[in-house]
């Protein structure tokens, strides 16, 4: 007989089978027969923890903006040099999208039921909010030549995105925090920012 797991427990257990399966089959596909499946359970014990399946999806999508939050947070810490904020911002959200792999595909899944309209509503909120973030480090460490500071931005955020559809494509996020490193390391040498000490 399968042990009872405390309430929260399950909980999680099923947000996380929501966003593997996510990531595996598409968000538009994920069916609560599909998490009882990964899981184990019967429907009805999906159903015990979460009545609806949007309930699913807001818990879900309410632990992704948690995340892309506390990133943006940590990220911006007042007394951290802005050079490693904007780092911290952009590695941090690679390694959030590394766990759950499934948050650039929410964002941009086509939703003919409009049942992800608000997860992708949120979550592109808490991206702008990410956005803005790394404008304000932008903004402290003032490029120069030239550069507007909101092609700055858009230039790094395009590290994030090149490796995001790398990621839809190849479907392997194990080399994303890497490979982000290394390009925006090239990134930043290329842009010449004054309160860089480099």
């Not at 009872?4 to 996510?22: F, H, M, N, Y």
């Not at 951290?80 to 650039?104: Q, S, Y």
């Not at 955020?157 to 559809?165: C, K």
Request: aromatic content about 4%.
């Amino acid at each position: 007989m399968r042990a009872r797991k405390p309430s929260g427990d399950r909980k999680a257990e099923i947000l996380d089978a929501t966003l593997k399966l996510a990531f595996e089959v598409g968000p538009d596909h994920v069916t609560t027969g599909k998490i009882a499946a990964q899981l184990g359970l019967t429907q009805p014990a999906i159903y015990k923890h979460f009545p609806r399946k949007e309930d699913i999806w807001q818990a879900a999508t309410e632990k992704l903006c948690a995340g892309i939050s506390e990133n943006t947070r940590i990220g911006t810490q007042p007394d951290r040099p802005p050079l490693d904020c904007l780092r911290g911002l952009v590695l941090g959200h690679l390694r959030l999208v590394t766990e759950f792999p499934a948050l650039p595909e929410i964002m941009v899944t086509r939703d003919p039921t409009g049942r992800l309209t608000d997860a992708r509503r949120r979550i592109q909120a808490a991206m702008n909010d990410l956005r803005a973030a790394m404008t304000l480090c932008l903004e402290k460490l003032r490029p120069v030549g030239g550069l507007r500071t909101e092609d700055c931005v858009t230039l790094l955020f395009g590290v994030i995105q090149s490796l995001v559809l790398r990621l839809i494509v190849s479907r392997d996020p194990s080399q994303l925090v890497d490979q982000g490193e290394r390009l925006l390391d090239l990134q930043l040498s290329l842009l010449k920012l004054e309160g860089d000490p480099q």
